[in-house]
């Protein structure tokens, strides 16, 4: 089965789709990494973040590998190929290319060349898949079975990102990350190409005031349903 999960930065996607895949013993796909690893290249080498067909050309042919899920659900990253890739998995959390890849994510060009790399791995997933970021349900994999688009308040969001930052050992504040993800939501919403937005048939779940498993919970029940209806092959809770 083919699930994702959708939503706005802070959301707690990520999160929910590592524990969601472990869970279910699948495959697990972040697509927003793919953007992210773009922009890592871009500022380092310079290119502008305007330069559309530039970035494109960047985000068709540069080398992103990633690792299985760790039992702590930490998932690894490289760019590069053979001995010489490089792990990037801290490198593309931080704050300034965060802000970048809200950028080059405007770009339709860029959207349709890793659009197509990430349908091509989500359909080669031998078992099921669970993909994360903001179009997946829309955009890469509509024909999903299952979809979810998750949300919180922003100021919700914005204590969650901190959080992360802070463990990371940055100094934030709030108040920053609540202007930058505000700015951030505009963005995304208002591009032509793939906005965000939750997918006809999603269910949304709103994750105020839910821990981690209470989230991954709502979210197992309903793949055992949908399981149940299509005969899958999972068994009852």
């Not at 060009?109 to 997933?125: F, I, T």
Request: glycine content about 6%; some cysteine; proline content about 5%.
């Amino acid at each position: 089965m083919i699930v994702t999960i959708d939503g706005p930065a802070g959301a707690g996607k990520s999160s929910v789709a590592r524990k969601l895949a472990q869970a279910l013993g699948y495959t697990y796909l972040d697509t927003g990494a793919m953007y992210r690893a773009v922009a890592l290249m871009a500022l380092r080498h310079k290119i502008a973040l305007s330069d559309a067909e530039t970035l494109a050309q960047l985000a068709r042919t540069l080398p992103i590998r990633f690792g299985p899920l760790s039992p702590d659900g930490v998932q690894r990253v490289w760019i590069g190929e053979g001995d010489s890739a490089e792990e990037v998995t801290e490198a593309i959390r931080t704050p300034e290319v965060s802000q970048a890849t809200s950028i080059i994510s405007t770009h339709s060009p860029v959207r349709r060349a890793l659009v197509e790399r990430q349908r091509q791995m989500a359909l080669a997933a031998e078992n099921g898949v669970v993909l994360e970021g903001r179009d997946t349900g829309t955009v890469v994999v509509p024909q999903a079975e299952l979809k979810i688009f998750l949300t919180a308040s922003p100021q919700e969001r914005a204590r969650r990102r901190a959080a992360e930052l802070r463990a990371q050992g940055l100094e934030v504040s709030e108040e920053t990350i609540l202007k930058e993800q505000e700015e951030r939501d505009a963005r995304d919403s208002r591009r032509t190409d793939s906005p965000l937005r939750p997918a006809p048939d999603a269910i949304l779940l709103n994750t105020d005031g839910l821990d981690l498993d209470a989230v991954v919970r709502q979210i197992l029940s309903l793949h055992q349903e949908r399981c149940n209806q299509r005969r899958c092959g999972v068994s009852e809770a």
